[in-house]
């Protein structure tokens, strides 16, 4: 690669790093609301996220997840079950274990703290022609791709040291 090509492949990276920096203050800005006027704790946020991100999990994975003790789990969803914000069953597969899911009014709370930005997001992609979505959405796959490629080879790069 010639060094104009390079020149230009750095400032087209640093673009989006500044464009990507910009986009991420809108959507905290957004999200930001409903967390402010929330009373849950971090901890509580912490397991509602997980819980909206990876679905119906054992507690010990979930303890795992958010970095506490099942001990400290059981407290957190305790408070949370409290307010029908989660809830807790056995696992049909193996009775000792304890699953733990987010209620209706739980995704409703999710869905309120996301809702804004993603309602924003679409009106946003909706006032764009198609040629230019054509073009993001290829280059936001060729992102992904690229993440997750890099994700498949960070442990062994990791083993390398």
């Known amino acids: 690669m010639d060094s104009d090509t390079s020149d230009a492949k750095c400032e087209l990276i640093e ?8 986009q991420l203050r809108l959507f905290v800005r957004d999200r930001s609301l409903p967390l402010l006027s929330t009373t849950l704790t971090i901890q509580q946020l912490k397991v509602l996220v997980a819980l909206a991100v990876d679905g119906n999990t054992p507690t010990h994975e979930l303890a795992e997840r958010i970095g506490v003790s099942v001990a400290t789990l059981t407290g957190i969803v305790d408070r949370l079950s409290a307010r029908s914000l989660v809830l807790r069953r056995e696992d049909p597969a193996d009775r000792r274990v304890r699953r733990v899911d987010l209620t209706e009014k739980g995704r ?5 703290m996301w809702g804004t930005s993603r309602e924003r997001t679409l009106a946003a992609l909706r ?3 198609v040629e230019t979505l054509r073009g993001l959405v290829r280059g936001v796959e060729a992102v992904y791709q690229a993440l997750l490629d890099s994700s498949r080879t960070a442990p062994a790069r990791a083993e390398e040291r």
Not at 108 to 112: F, G, T
């Open 15 to 22: 673009r989006l790093r500044d464009l990507e920096v910009r």
């Open 108 to 112: 409703a709370l999710i869905d309120d």
């Open 127 to 129: 006032s764009l022609d």
